[in-house]
């Protein structure tokens, strides 16, 4: 007859569990930090996403109302029969006109500027002020030159080149550098 003795089996002893825990505590808290960290970055981009979607929203809104417009005819609109885009606003800090009047394709004297308060509006024959956007996006500056020269204040058909519009708009996020979009658009329909 053969006797077997069997050991009994020993558990963890507690410092075994603490060691265990610990190391479980690291690198759980670690896991949670990243996590935290990836969500706080996401939102950062998801703020400077819709603002520059805002921005081009904007800059699209421009340029296609300028593109398409036409030659003031009767001289209604814009101080000179035959004008075709008028500058407005002129901050003389930055040297820079900050609205531009024009007629639209659709027969309508449409104003487009930078209001005091840093918010891009528009005026439809000289009715009521409304914003470009829905949500007010503070805008640093917009600047808007007429055939590369900023002393400019009109153009009109009787120019010997064909009118350019460069179109600036500058913003600023939080806690970021400035930012510069620019474009130049001509007249689609030339007369």
């Known amino acids: 007859m053969r006797i077997v003795i069997k050991k009994k089996s020993r558990g963890f002893s507690i410092v075994e569990l603490l060691i265990v ?6 690198i759980m ?9 990836i969500i706080q970055n996401q939102r ?5 996403q819709e ?18 417009s036409s030659k003031d005819t009767t001289g209604s609109c814009l101080p000179d029969k035959g004008d075709i885009y008028f500058l407005t606003h002129y901050n003389s800090a930055k040297e820079l006109y900050e609205g531009i009047k024009f007629i639209t394709n659709d027969n309508i ?17 000289n009715e009521a002020t409304q914003n470009i956007l829905l949500n007010e996006l503070k805008i640093e500056s917009v600047g808007f030159i007429l ?12 120019d010997s080149i064909q009118s350019r519009v ?8 939080l806690n970021e550098q400035k930012k510069v979009i620019q474009t130049t658009v001509s007249q689609d329909n030339l007369p």
């Open 109 to 125: 004297c449409q104003e487009i500027f930078l209001d005091v308060d840093r918010v891009l509006k528009r005026i439809d024959n």
């Open 147 to 158: 055939n590369g020269n900023n002393t400019i204040q009109t153009a009109s058909d009787d």
């Open 51 to 68: 603002t520059l979607s805002k921005v081009s929203y904007a800059m699209e809104y421009i340029t296609r109302n300028v593109r398409s």
């Open 29 to 37: 808290g670690s896991m949670v930090t990243i996590f935290i960290s």
């Open 21 to 26: 825990l610990a190391v479980f505590v690291i």
């Open 166 to 173: 460069t179109i600036l708009i500058s913003f600023q996020e």
């Open 44 to 48: 950062r981009i998801l703020v400077k």
